[in-house]
């Protein structure tokens, strides 16, 4: 039904000239006026960049489900009308401020943003700004901030995986589901049961790197855990579907099991019967992501670094399902809202 309201309230996009003060340059961007509608592009004017800032010509943008949330008001941020959306994006370093010295112009960087990477340009602070190592490409370095992030915090911060554990990874297909596979089994050497809605996403997951696969769509999650590792069970589950997903994973968890929470793609949020816990001596944790970017910048910092790491190793394989143009934004969010993503989404500023 959202994505019926979305798409059919206004063109995909309007493109509008908003002067701004004196004669300065201006630069595209998407821009949410009012929730709920679509997005405009607008020519806005650059500003200046204050001492710690950095003025960075993005290339890249990724597009995730909180984006969306966020431009209909859903979101636990709620920025001020009108705001730009993009929480992650790589590009070059056109500008420093003053006390800037951990990254000069031409750098190639990734950037964590607030809400404003949707645009040909974004001013940040420094310290949310990492370089980019050699042989990384800015398309690949543009999916590790939010969804590879996610993945390294959920399986080695949260859950402690260890090398020969199994894990069950819901909404297995999507963005962060295909990092937690990646991550899995390419740098902690775990096995994985992927779990998705559709035979489709159940092959990509199978050839990113599961050993099993699940299509939840067509009976009980919890059975055809148990026909593939019997009643022993998984030892961690990385849970974005929440809902009946969730608690039927949980019921799979192995003895001293981890199940961790990182979104709500289902759109339910299952209430945690405490029996399964201590039946089983089992944990339920939870993962926000922007929260230790807040709470804890270096530990958020740290695992960032080592999703670069891991790229220009060639131990991790980001893979980009989609690429919009900016004046495609709206496409770009219909096409996560119903559900035909399958890996990172981005938004191409070039």
Request: with cysteine; charged share 20%.
């Amino acid at each position: 039904m959202a994505a019926v309201a979305w798409g059919r309230c206004l063109p995909r996009v309007w493109l509008r000239r908003r002067a701004g003060p004196g004669c300065g340059r201006h630069y595209r961007a998407a821009l949410c006026a009012e929730l709920k509608q679509p997005l405009a592009i607008e020519e806005v004017a650059s500003c200046p960049v204050r001492p710690h800032e950095v003025r960075v010509d993005v290339h890249f943008c990724g597009v995730n489900f909180a984006d969306i949330l966020v431009c209909r008001g859903q979101y636990q941020e709620k920025p001020q009308l009108p705001f730009t959306p993009g929480m992650e994006f790589s590009g070059t370093v056109l500008e420093t401020g003053t006390d800037v010295s951990t990254v000069k112009e031409g750098d190639q960087v990734i950037g964590v943003s607030g809400f404003n990477g949707m645009a040909e340009e974004c001013i940040i602070d420094h310290k949310t700004l990492w370089q980019i190592p050699e042989g990384v490409p800015l398309r690949e370095a543009a999916t590790l901030p939010v969804s590879y992030v996610t993945a390294i915090l959920a399986l080695e911060h949260r859950a402690c995986t260890r090398p020969g554990e199994t894990v069950l990874v819901t909404a297995a297909a999507g963005a962060t589901g295909l990092a937690v596979i990646d991550v899995a089994t390419n740098v902690l050497q775990a096995k994985v049961i992927a779990a998705a809605g559709s035979d489709e996403k159940c092959r990509l997951a199978m050839r990113k790197g599961a050993q099993s696969i699940v299509n939840y769509s067509q009976g009980s999650l919890k059975e055809a855990v148990r026909k593939l590792v019997g009643s022993d069970g998984v030892n961690v589950v990385i849970d974005a579907v929440g809902g009946d997903v969730f608690l039927e994973a949980l019921r799979s968890l192995a003895w001293e099991g981890r199940i961790v929470v990182v979104g709500f793609a289902g759109g339910t949020i299952a209430s945690v019967p405490a029996n399964l816990l201590l039946l089983k001596n089992v944990s339920a944790m939870g993962l926000y992501w922007g929260r230790y970017k807040e709470q804890n910048f270096p530990v958020f910092s740290r695992i960032l670094s080592s999703a670069l790491q891991y790229c220009q190793q060639g131990r991790i394989q980001p893979h980009i399902g989609a690429v919009f143009k900016l004046e495609e934004v709206n496409d770009a969010f219909l096409h996560v809202i119903q559900r035909k993503s399958m890996g990172k989404v981005l938004i191409s500023l070039k």
